[in-house]
T-cell receptor, first 113, second 113 residues
Framework: ETGVTQTPRHLVMGMTNKKSLKCEQH?????MYWYKQSAKKPLELMFV???????ENNSVPSRFSPECPNSSHLFLHLHTLQPEDSALYLC????????????FGPGTRLTVL | AQSVTQLDSQVPVFEEAPVELRCNYS??????LFWYVQYPNQGLQLLLK??????LVKGINGFEAEFNKSQTSFHLRKPSVHISDTAEYFC???????????FGTGTRLKVLA
């Protein structure tokens, strides 16, 4: 595997379900990001982890819970979501100090019924 | 706060014609600028970036962009487009040295045969 991978690629869940999104980066980076991409809106930065510590939490509802067990893995735990949370969730990584260029995964298309 | 404007939500253009996708950002002392492309059902791929130095930046797939500090613009150009360039294009800006990207709302480029 190379670059940034995300699983699953597609997820359909009910409002009462609990699920997790997984992101893995194979680039040796030390920062990882979760973004939400909704139709007709700019990408929204949700969370940032730098050196496995959360450095950004953009007023994201508590039904989204991130976890970064090490510098290569990032999870987004989902619980009691709403239909308006349906979107493409993108993970990215970067190496701090190198222009912070971000490399993106293919995303998880989430549908909440 | 930093902001990015992509005025054109959709740009149709015939194959082999030139194209320009516009991007303007709010002023800042020092910024990094990026253009990303997103093909259907995929994540974002970096086309090119401006960090410093020459204001004309060349990227992948024959794209280039020019940084214009006085007009706070970073327009993307290609002299001759192909059908395969059909995709969504995102402009992003970050204050130099920070990890936080601000994205535009995207421009959908549709290349017509």
């Amino acid at each position: 595997e190379t670059g940034v991978t995300q699983t699953p690629r597609h997820l359909v869940m009910g409002m009462t379900n609990k699920k997790s999104l997984k992101c893995e980066q194979h680039l040796g980076h030390n920062a990882m990001y979760w973004y939400k991409q909704s139709a007709k809106k700019p990408l929204e930065l949700m969370f940032v982890y730098s050196l496995e510590e959360r450095v950004e939490n953009n007023s994201v509802p508590s039904r989204f819970s991130p976890e970064c067990p090490n510098s290569s893995h990032l999870f987004l735990h989902l619980h009691t979501l709403q239909p308006e949370d349906s979107a493409l969730y993108l993970c990215a990584s970067s190496q701090e100090g190198r222009s912070n260029e971000q490399f993106f995964g293919p995303g998880t298309r989430l549908t909440v019924l | 706060a930093q902001s990015v404007t992509q005025l054109d939500s959709q740009v149709p253009v015939f194959e082999e014609a030139p194209v320009e996708l516009r991007c303007n950002y709010s002023s800042s002392v020092s910024v990094y600028l990026f253009w990303y492309v997103q093909y259907p059902n995929q994540g974002l791929q970096l086309l090119l970036k401006y960090l410093s130095g020459s204001t004309l930046v060349k990227g992948i797939n024959g794209f280039e962009a020019e940084f214009n500090k006085s007009q706070t613009s970073f327009h993307l150009r290609k002299p001759s487009v192909h059908i395969s360039d059909t995709a969504e294009y995102f402009c992003a800006v970050s204050d130099a040295g920070t990890y936080k990207y601000i994205f535009g709302t995207g421009t959908r480029l549709k290349v017509l045969a």
